[in-house]
């Protein structure tokens, strides 16, 4: 199969890069754990190692994500059919993307200082879980 390669490729490098970032991520807790009789004075607005790395996860995550829809949406177009496509997984996938955005949206603070800050910190899952709901709703107009 043409190309196989450079997806086992790609797929042996995702796993490995994961694999590293577990790795950082449980050494920063680890580290975290055993700071935490110091107190370290920060703002709140500034972000310690491991809240950057969750943005990171999130917004690799987040291009992953989405990016997995158009591979499917331009064969769907290329061959002008759905053959072979589940509805199903499309249709569930759009329900838990559609019920986890709004559990995101449904949580928000009802204070306007706080609202801000918290749409900063789950954006990376919004545009996720909304962006892909949108990917969807083109793959289900195909159908």
């Given at each position: 199969i043409p190309g196989s390669k450079s997806l086992k490729n790609f797929c042996v490098t995702w796993i490995i890069v994961c694999i590293a970032l577990c790795v950082i991520l449980a050494c920063?807790?680890?580290?975290?754990?055993?700071?935490?009789?110091?107190?370290?004075?920060?703002?709140?607005?500034s972000l310690?190692?491991?809240?950057?790395?969750?943005?990171?996860?999130?917004?690799?995550?987040?291009?992953?994500?989405?990016?997995?829809?158009?591979?499917?949406?331009?064969?769907n177009f290329r061959r002008r059919s759905t053959e072979g496509t589940s509805y199903l997984l499309f249709a569930l996938a759009m329900m838990g993307?559609?019920?986890?955005?709004?559990?995101?949206?449904?949580?928000?603070?009802?204070?306007?200082?706080?609202?801000?800050?918290?749409?900063?910190?789950?954006l990376p899952w919004l545009i996720g879980s909304f962006g892909v709901l949108f990917l969807d709703i083109f793959v289900s107009f195909s159908y």
């Open positions: 920063q807790l680890l580290l975290r754990s055993q700071d935490q009789s110091t107190v370290i004075e920060r703002s709140d607005s310690d190692m491991i809240e950057m790395s969750g943005f990171i996860c999130g917004y690799v995550s987040c291009v992953f994500y989405l990016g997995s829809r158009f591979p499917q949406l331009y064969k993307n559609c019920t986890y955005g709004l559990s995101l949206v449904l949580k928000m603070p009802a204070s306007e200082s706080f609202r801000t800050l918290y749409f900063l910190h789950h």
